[in-house]
């Protein structure tokens, strides 16, 4: 059940960010998926929406995070939204679910740091804030720090990792590992 109502939701949010296909001709998915590049990838006044798959871990404590045993964790999914005020500092908040919560049940906001390196397309950055669990445990407040990296061969598409420890105040820490395509809706 919970699946049918997952597939359904992404489904809704592919075609709500989407929508603007038909108004932009039939040239518009071209343009926004080739490489370009002498376009600057990465601006300021930015929308991007990320669409990601994801891969956690719980921990005891923060040195368990090095520890060789990560196949013990659970797969799921997420959205999230980001906005950058200049080309290099932005917010984003995010949501996933796995296979023991839903996909509300882990809201996250962060304020991120990029730095894109050059016209390459690459762009490493690092986040940090905090959000809400409630999941079938108790609810709780979780504070995350991470990195990442993003690759766009063009300013409208791009493909993103990062990994972020989630200090939690009620039950075991975690790792998460984000990877995923990122939309610009600007």
Known sequence: MK?????????ALSL?????????GDNWWSQRTRYDRDVDKYSANEL???LFGS?????RKFDD???????????????????????YLGTG???FFQRRGRLLSNVTGNLILRGPIGNSGFAPYVFGGA????????DELTADGGVGIEYRPNAHMGIFTDIRYVWTDKTADEGLIRMGLRFGLK
């Open 3 to 11: 699946s049918k109502r997952l597939l359904v939701l992404a489904a």
């Open 16 to 24: 709500s960010a989407f929508s603007t296909f038909a108004d932009h």
């Open 55 to 59: 891969y956690n871990r719980d921990f």
């Open 48 to 50: 991007t929406l990320d």
């Open 93 to 95: 908040v995010d949501t």
């Open 131 to 138: 959000g809400w669990r409630d999941s079938e445990g108790p």
């Open 65 to 87: 995070l090095f520890d060789h045993t990560w196949r013990h964790g659970e797969f799921g999914g997420g959205v999230g939204m980001n906005y950058f005020f200049t080309k």
